[in-house]
């Protein structure tokens, strides 16, 4: 099974493509959302990356948006990246977290657990940093072409990668 | 294994951050309950106020990750969300491939090896909006974590399995 990511500025753009993807038949399954979130007094937020005044989010709306589509979402602590959210597949690759993975931080988790490149799992988690949201799809290659010619005509994704 | 049961996440939480005062890992610490939607938001009902005020998830989860490292939101068919967090997010991850239409006791019987009967009782009471907290361990830990626990009196159930 082979990865492609694409990366978004915000939740509901991310959000929208997901929908995109799944009104499309592509198996919701097979969809990943990934992105930051902080804590804040006793609340968690997630921040968007695309409004100047960068409002935050209650974790408890995206949470509920994400869960109309994907069937968990995760909210995670990890040493010297914060707090990421995750839905979807990905969530298994988070459950090695428990074991000890989480010290090596986000980019290990993508390329040991997620099974993508070293490079790409660097800039992704660089991605994530700035409080951009990553979708990654899942599938074999017929899937992923399809999954990236819904993503590009949608037209909302800053990068998407190549399969 | 212990599972104790508590009214609301405020106990459940003094509960696991005794447990850890107490030298217990994450990895051997596990909180359960139910969630709900309401209006785009997702809330938390504690079992013991009598106005059962809500609470938005963005709290309990803060809470909990002062304690733990992660916690997971799933859907479960017939049951609503499920709020879990520690060794329990292992279990979610087999939860999304598979276990998840089972409901909860699949869940409870199959990752965690709680019995059928048990699994029945333990989802009845996350149906009503209490709180689980799980502790594995040793047998010496179990029995130190069950003292810890029963000291502490803010279960209303407390079972060594």
């Given amino acids: ?163 | 294994m212990i599972v104790g049961v508590y009214a609301s996440h405020d106990k459940a939480i003094v509960a696991l951050r005794k447990l850890q005062e107490s030298g217990y890992m994450p990895g051997q610490l596990s909180i359960l309950a139910k969630a709900e939607l309401v209006n785009n938001h997702i809330h938390v009902r504690p079992n013991d106020s009598l106005e059962k005020a809500e609470v938005s998830i963005g709290v309990v989860a803060g809470a909990i990750l002062g304690v733990l490292p992660g916690l997971g939101i799933i859907t479960i068919p017939g049951l609503g969300l499920l709020l879990g967090a520690g060794a329990w997010i292992g279990a979610f991850g087999g939860a999304y491939l598979g276990f998840l239409t089972g409901g909860i006791v699949a869940i409870l019987t199959t990752a965690m090896g709680i019995d059928e009967t048990n699994g029945k009782k333990y989802e009845k009471h996350l149906n009503e909006g209490k709180f689980l907290v799980f502790v594995q361990g040793n047998e010496d830990q179990i029995k130190l974590a069950h003292d810890v626990l029963h000291t502490l009196n803010l279960h209303l159930d407390l079972d060594v399995h």
Avoid: C, W
Wanted: aromatic fraction near 6%.
């Fill in chain 1, 1 to 163: 099974m082979k990865t492609i990511a694409a990366v978004y500025d915000s939740h509901e753009k991310a959000i929208a493509a997901l929908l995109e993807l799944k009104k499309s038949g592509f198996p919701t399954t097979q969809l990943s959302l990934l992105g930051k979130a902080e804590l804040k007094g006793k609340h968690i937020y997630v921040k968007a990356n695309d409004t100047p005044e960068k409002v935050e989010m209650s974790i408890g709306i995206i949470a509920g948006t994400i869960l109309g589509i994907l069937t968990g979402v995760g909210i995670f602590a990890v040493p010297g990246v914060g707090i990421l959210f995750g839905a979807g597949a990905i969530l298994g690759a988070f459950a090695g977290l428990q074991g000890g993975i989480i010290a090596g931080g986000i980019a290990v988790i993508l390329s040991t657990n997620v099974g993508m490149d070293e490079a790409d799992a660097i800039r992704y988690e660089q991605h994530l940093n700035e409080g951009k949201f990553i979708i990654f799809a899942q599938g074999d290659e017929p899937q992923l072409k399809l999954a990236q010619q819904i993503l590009h005509a949608h037209g909302l994704a800053i990068e998407i990668s190549p399969t």
